[in-house]
């Protein structure tokens, strides 16, 4: 006859019911602070390591501007590219974001300064941004915690006029957050259109800390029914082995 499985044994069986919870954590698939060199995952066309000035600072505690960050000129494209990714349902991406000197709204078409981020050729983000002067039109609108200083002085070409700066936190802008996506490799562009590029010491754009995670599979409703039921009856089994 055959014999009971010993309550050890048992209870590791739940507990890989159960461990779907521990594994529903995001994947981190990419993350850099730009303080030292370039990944090799990132193709940065003419943009560069640029020390962030009077960024320093600015963001929330444990993801701040620090250091160097990458700077571009407009219309020049960043691309990350990652292969060979886990299996997942979804990314988000989280990143500082400077916006540099002269950038001119929405302007008249063909003019103005729009960022974009496209992931897999799909536009998640199109919005102009502006600093020159108050009366040009931004027709990015951050969510609350998302813009951390408008229209300032961070040390690009300033003061006043048309070189204030800005900086942003998009990262916590919802848009960014359970982007579906579930192929093994990811394409990411970061650019700003504009009439051709204009040098650095006109107007450009810069991010830090960039960070790209990815939601797991989720575990099927079954395997927590499984594991949790289990753990029930070995719960059980031990009260009435004491018992007996």
Known sequence: MNKPLPFQVLTFIA???LSGAANAAPITLF???FDSTIPTAISPGTATLTGVQGYAGFGPSGNQFGGSFLRSETANVVTLQLNSLPAHTAINLSFLFAAIDSLDGTGT????????????????????????TPSQIQSYVPPAGVELARRVDLGFSGPGSYYTDSAYNLGADPIFSNIPHSASTLSIQFFIQGVGIQSLSDESWAMDNLTVTAAPIPV????????SGLLGLIGIARRKARVS
Do not use: R
């Open 15 to 17: 507990a890989l019911g």
């Open 31 to 33: 993350t850099t602070d």
């Open 109 to 132: 078409f063909p003019q103005g300064d729009f960022f974009s981020v496209v992931v897999d050729g799909s536009t998640v983000l199109n919005e102009s941004f502006a600093n020159a």
């Open 220 to 227: 099927p409703a079954a395997v927590w029914l499984f594991g």
